[in-house]
């Protein structure tokens, strides 16, 4: 490394002290802001001048304000003391939107009577009345305050006195117990998520941020594609917890063909993995695979740890998720698992965030990232029309871009690590469903991070359980363009007028088949 890299680099480093001291003092850090130029939105061909569709922004195209508007009153307005002879020419409709906010208590005055044999009868409430579990709070309401918690981010203290301002008398436990508890159904639905998106889907994006848990620190997994989100937050990071998550609600442990191959590849003892194939191949929990371990004389760290990460992908397999789901993720070590996809943007993001220390560098820079985005839109452009003959000619162009050699180490370093995870990079080569970027996982879980900026961390398992539950549900409705207000209601009134989420996954994945590459037969 030279002395103007080393330079460079402290330079980085002291900017970065600079910005953690600015937030501790409650200032802003040095923004950072760069335009992408991985993902150019596409315009149209023409400017409006030469005849074409002038070029907009993405969904600003003009739609009919009307067209899926429900009407619920038309009021008739006729025209007052209009003239004698006056001619009627029919009526415009002007179309006024509001919302009916406020608060409906109703008493219901339950008739008892007595019986001649002496039993005594209460008449029963109407099944619309109330929400069984909390008798005393009408459906509408529930669904309310889920929504705004859940949806719109509103805390507690503040949902409390939201409601007492519109004279509804519920306690802060009430609300509490609202948010938290008895949501059994909840929580299965979110579990059918997970189970449906994982066995119809080509691929899956994964990602992880902070999640502090009882004044400690946490972290929340998100599983999810266009399809369905998944969001589980754990005290650990680790490929072990990633594992644990994925075969999610299942508890067991299986021995097949997929736990053999990863204990092969990850150098576990031939003679251990030739014990581990006698006896019983299925263990209904963690403390019956723990017996069996120590019963072989597995106890190393390390060893038991590989043991149990290869059970937990039988595990997966059995439970009829693919040997071949496509992980997609930015890179972290624990979510290469089955087969692994690299996201392009945290590939080349080393390269955006290096500092030139002299212009030769910064040509440098600028030269081995115009190749990464041509490349790249090339890539896209097979992604979207698969042709089997630009297949060779891609993986050459990336073979001579992550060969190349440079005058500076920084960029050879990147250069040599992205050589390292050519088939991860090239994973769309073989199934062009697969994804170039892992955007849809920053943006699903973009939304959890802003609802822990504001609320902070979680204090209770139920209270940590539902945050991610419900999490879930809304995403997953937002990607199957469900409202969830309505999700809400229907689940809480039992209506079942919405599929269950699981369901619809499945019909969606099988609408839209993968794309597939063909390639010509291999001669005997």
Same mark, same amino acid.
């Given at each position: ?32 802001? /760069? ?13 409006? /001048? ?64 007595? !019986? ?17 579990? &909390? ?92 399809? &369905? ?94 040997? #071949? ?69 891609? #993986? ?9 050699? !440079?005058? &500076? ?10 050589? #390292? ?8 080569? #073989? ?10 996982? /920053? !943006? ?31 995403? !997953? ?42 390639? /010509?037969?291999?001669?005997?």
């Amino acid at each position: 490394m030279t002395l103007l890299e080393i330079i460079a680099q402290l330079r980085e480093e002291i900017q970065r002290l600079r910005d953690e001291i600015a937030i501790l003092k409650g200032e802003k850090p040095r923004p950072k802001i /760069e335009p992408s130029r991985l993902e150019q939105p596409k315009l149209p061909a023409r400017p409006a /001048e030469e005849g074409g569709e002038a070029a907009k922004r993405p969904g600003s195209a003009k739609r009919s304000k009307k067209a899926q508007l429900t009407i619920h009153k038309t009021l008739v307005l006729d025209v007052a003391d209009a003239p004698e002879g006056s001619v009627s020419l029919g009526y415009e409709d002007f179309i006024v939107q509001d919302i009916v906010f406020e608060a409906c208590n109703t008493c219901y005055r339950r008739q008892r009577v007595r !019986t001649p044999d002496g039993q005594t009868l209460l008449a029963p409430l109407p099944a619309e009345a109330s929400v069984a579990e &909390f008798p005393h709070c009408g459906p509408t309401l529930f669904s309310y305050i889920l929504m705004q918690h859940h949806h719109n981010h509103v805390t507690q203290p503040l949902l409390l006195e939201e409601l007492q301002e519109l004279a509804i008398d519920l306690s802060a436990g009430q609300i509490n117990n609202i948010l938290t508890e008895k949501k059994d159904a909840f929580h299965e639905e979110k579990d059918e998520i997970l189970q449906a998106g994982l066995q119809v889907s080509t691929y899956v994006g994964v990602d992880d941020t902070g999640a502090r848990h009882q004044g400690k620190n946490g972290y929340c997994t998100h599983i999810g594609n266009e399809l &369905f989100a998944y969001f589980e937050s754990t005290d650990s990071k680790s490929r072990l917890n990633f594992l644990q998550i994925l075969r999610k609600p299942h508890t067991d442990y299986v021995i097949n063909e997929t736990a053999l191959a990863y204990w092969e590849r990850q150098g576990l003892s031939a003679s251990w993995i030739e014990q581990l194939q006698t006896g019983a191949q299925e263990f209904a929990d963690a403390p019956a695979w723990e017996a069996r371990l120590a019963e072989l004389g597995i106890t190393s760290k390390r060893h038991v740890l590989i043991a149990t990460e290869g059970a937990l992908l039988g595990s997966l397999i059995a439970h009829g998720v693919s040997s #071949e789901l496509v992980i997609l993720s930015d890179g972290a070590l624990q979510f290469v698992v089955l087969v692994h996809a690299s996201c392009w943007v945290h590939a080349e993001r080393p390269l955006a965030r290096m500092i030139p220390f002299s212009d030769s560098h910064r040509t440098a820079i600028e030269s081995v990232r115009d190749q990464i985005w041509h490349l790249y839109r090339d890539l896209t452009a097979y992604r979207e029309k698969p042709d089997p003959v630009q297949k060779p000619l891609l #993986e050459a162009r990336f073979d001579e871009l992550v060969g190349q050699k !440079t005058d &500076f180490p920084s960029i050879n370093t990147v250069l040599k690590e992205m050589r #390292e995870h050519k088939a991860d990079l090239l994973r769309v080569l #073989e199934q062009p469903a697969v994804p170039l970027h892992n955007n849809i996982s /920053e !943006t699903h879980v973009r939304d959890y991070v802003k609802k822990r900026k504001i609320s902070g961390g979680t204090r209770s398992a139920a209270g940590r359980r539902c945050r991610d539950t419900f999490a879930s549900l809304k995403k !997953t409705c937002r990607c199957l363009g469900i409202a969830f207000w309505q999700y809400l209601v229907d689940r809480v009134r039992g209506l079942g007028k919405i599929a269950r989420l699981a369901t619809i996954i499945r019909e969606r994945a099988a609408e839209t088949p993968s794309p597939i590459v063909e390639t /010509e037969a291999v001669p005997a």
